[in-house]
Structure formats: C-alpha cells, structure tokens
C-alpha cells in the first residue's frame, strides 16, 4: 500500500508501531503517563513502570491448542486457561500485556490455526514492568520515528531484529554507515 501512494499520487507515507500508554511513576512522587518514545524521560528518574494488561480469549479448533499456548507464553502470558465448548472446540483464556498483541500477534495466530482462530479482549488493569526505550541510531544519530517501548527481555532481539531489516534497505554506499541499537546506554 505504501509503495503503490508513492508511485501512483506521489504521497509519501510513514508508518509507525502502534503504542499504548504507560503509567510512570517518577522518583521526586509525580505520575506521568506515555505512549510515545519520544516523551520517555530519562531512565535514572523513573522509580517504577506499569503497563495495560488484557484478559485475552482466543477461540481455536482443539489440534492448535499446544501451538496458541505457546505463542501466548512468547508474548508474556502469565496465566492461561481452557474452557471446550465443543466437539474439537476450545477457548484459549489468557492474561498478557496489551503492548505484546499489538506486535504482530493476531497475524501469528491466524498463522498456526491455519485462519480458524478467533481472537477477542478486554482491558483489565495496569502492572508493575520493565519498560526500556531502544533508539535505532543510524550513522551515530537517533532516529526518532524508529524509536519504541519494548519489555527489557525482548529489547535486544527486537533491536538486532530492526537493524538487520534497516542494513538491507539501506542502500550501499562506498563507506560504512553503522547501525546500531541503543538500550539505554548500551549499544
């Protein structure tokens, strides 16, 4: 879709990660709520983080339950239980955090159910996490549009992730342009 509005109206188009809104609680007492990396404030000044979390339903035939328990544990599932309602029906309940199924989750699950999972929510509540901002720095400068919120436990694949998808549409040049992630202070 981007593609065909650049070639056929000359409209240019950026597409961003969709978020949600932490709730921080700063170290001088304050609360902030964010849901943009760009107004993320500065670590050392954060004392605790929580984020949305959702009590998820996913209904499944009963072959695909192992493999959607599964992709509910990859997105940070902390509880998990079955209800059959049906011959060769099951209805997969999970409580995960909201910013994990924004990430590419329904896409999966439509993947290893072959198209015959259904997936419905609702919000429950805010908890405690451990939210990092990961800056993408393109030739030593930090690109703000490539900025994002992600769980400390997947900054680092997701960063690696997003540089390797960067260094093959970046084109070549006859000098090196390093791209990098940025954790915090750690690259």
Request: net charge negative; proline share 6%; hydrophobic share 35%.
């Amino acid at each position: 879709i981007q593609e065909r509005l650049q070639r056929e109206f000359d409209v240019g188009l950026v597409i961003s990660a969709p978020s949600v809104k932490y709730n921080l609680t700063l170290k001088d007492g304050s609360t902030l709520e964010v849901d943009n990396p760009s107004y993320w404030p500065d670590p050392s000044m954060i004392e605790s983080a929580a984020e949305p979390y959702i009590k998820a339903s996913i209904l499944t035939p009963e072959e695909y339950v192992g493999p959607v328990m599964e992709l509910c544990r990859e997105h940070r599932s902390e509880s998990q239980s079955m209800n059959y309602l049906s011959a060769g029906r099951v209805e997969v309940i999970s409580e995960m955090p909201l910013g994990e199924v924004l990430f590419d989750f329904y896409g999966k699950l439509k993947m290893i159910t072959r198209g015959y999972g259904s997936f419905d929510y609702e919000a429950t509540e805010y908890r405690s996490t451990d939210i990092v901002k990961v800056d993408i720095l393109v030739n030593r400068e930090p690109i703000d549009a490539l900025a994002y919120l992600v769980h400390r436990d997947k900054a680092r694949t997701r960063a690696l992730h997003y540089c390797e998808q960067l260094a093959e549409a970046i084109p070549r040049h006859q000098f090196k342009i390093p791209i990098q992630g940025a954790i915090g202070g750690s690259i």
